[in-house]
């Protein structure tokens, strides 16, 4: 009795005038702001596998998005100190990392 109150409570098909028409007012008709969720969720997760951390870093030459744990400039999941930020700066620019640059090849 209790479980089952409980879902039709929660499902909104008790006390109606039909179990169908609390189901399709009431628990149904929120499917598709679920599906939405489900869908915006997709497209702000990290793209490491079974992440389910929210990415926001974009990885340099990848259409990869991670969290700061899988980034591989991040440190991990302390944030990074003003003074690593900077380090990577300027070990971004100093790298020569430049994709006009054939000179190897
Ligand atoms: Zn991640």
Known sequence: ??????????TGTNN??????GWWSGFASDLPEFAILLLVWR???C???SCLRIGL??????????CR??????????PATAEQIAHAHARAHAGG???ADVSDG
């Open 1 to 10: 009795m209790g479980v089952w109150h409980w879902f039709l409570t929660v």
């Open 69 to 78: 744990r899988h980034h591989p400039v991040h440190s991990g999941p302390a």
């Open 47 to 49: 793209h490491a596998k």
């Open 97 to 99: 990392a430049d994709p």
């Open 16 to 21: 109606t005038s039909g179990l169908w028409y």
């Open 57 to 66: 870093h974009h990885v340099d030459g990848t259409p990869y998005v991670t």
């Open 43 to 45: 497209r702000i997760n």
